[in-house]
């Protein structure tokens, strides 16, 4: 049976969550959730979100409104997203007393992946009965696979910088370990690299994300089959659109490629951008 998804975006209305450094919770679980989402979306995965704007939902209604797209089976997940305060840093996964840790598992290695320190995955009893979560969504969505994300604690100004710079690459992380853990094929967003690993070759990256060793050597000129640790591949042709601020360089420079490259493969014949144009990346 094809599991679904209900991504929940914490708090929200009146409930801000926690607010430091520039960072708001509410508004940054939202952009995250949003996010994830669209990449389920992208990977065919059915989805649904407890909340898509600045909306209150109270203990009672969250789980209710959890439960209300896909029920209450085991082939629910609920992902709940948050961020963290009071002196600590990293990232946190919080998974319900009925199910195992292989989910949590998974999301943590891909957090530390994207360059996220992860304090642990771990569940926690509710204090006046411990055969309870402590977590009231967690309790509340019975038999659902039910898990709180904690991307990083606002408070604590490296892990600031991270979310306010980086919120896109800690919800992909979060998207790769979901299709893994569903066994749904993984490709990565457009716009972004593979980053190679101790252990990779072209081989298995071409099979892990649905391509082949001919078309990432064709787009990355590869001359041979050799790789470095922390190098990074295009995975496709990527279609980029120019953003203020931007110049054929500093574009280069990002897809670790050429001002000529660029300038060859888009027919341009000056250094001139206009913004919302739309380049071709090989």
């Known amino acids: 049976m094809a ?23 509410k508004d940054y ?9 669209k990449r389920l979306d992208d990977l065919g995965i059915q989805n649904s979100m407890t909340r898509t704007t600045d909306e ?13 797209f896909y029920g209450s089976g085991s082939d629910v997940i609920v992902l709940s997203n948050h961020l963290n305060a009071g002196g600590g840093d990293g990232a946190e996964v919080i998974y319900s007393l009925r199910n195992n840790d292989t989910l949590s598992k998974k999301i943590a290695k891909e957090l530390e992946n994207a360059g996220q320190n992860v304090r642990k995955y771990y569940q926690k009893r509710l204090p006046s009965n411990s055969a309870k979560d402590y977590y009231y969504l967690l309790r509340n969505t019975p038999n659902n696979e039910t898990l709180i994300v904690e991307y990083g604690f606002t408070d604590n100004s490296n892990d600031a910088n991270l979310i306010k710079n980086s919120w896109e690459n800690l919800a992909e992380a979060v998207v790769k370990a979901i299709a893994d853990y569903v066994g749904v ?13 101790k252990g990779d070759t072209l081989w298995s990256i071409a099979k892990n994300n649905g391509t082949t060793v001919e078309k990432i050597k064709e787009i990355n000129n590869l001359k041979s089959n050799l790789l470095s640790i922390g190098q990074k591949l295009l995975l496709t042709n990527n279609t980029y659109t120019v953003k203020k601020g931007d110049t054929l360089y500093s574009i280069a420079k990002k897809y670790n490629t050429t001002v000529n490259n660029l ?10 951008l206009n913004i919302g144009q739309k380049l071709t990346i090989k």
Not at 56 to 68: G, V
Not at 263 to 272: A, P
Request: glycine residues 8%; charged residues 25%; proline residues 3%.
């Open 185 to 197: 094929p993984y490709s990565k967003d457009i716009s972004n690299y593979y980053i190679v690993k």
């Open 263 to 272: 300038k060859s493969v888009n027919n341009l014949k000056s250094d001139l």
């Open 56 to 68: 209150l939902l109270d203990q009672t209604t969250r789980p209710k409104r959890a439960q209300s």
């Open 3 to 25: 599991k679904k998804v209900v991504i929940d975006a914490g708090h929200g209305g009146k409930d801000s969550g926690t607010v430091n450094n520039g960072i708001v919770e």
């Open 29 to 37: 679980t939202l952009k995250i959730s949003n996010y994830i989402k």
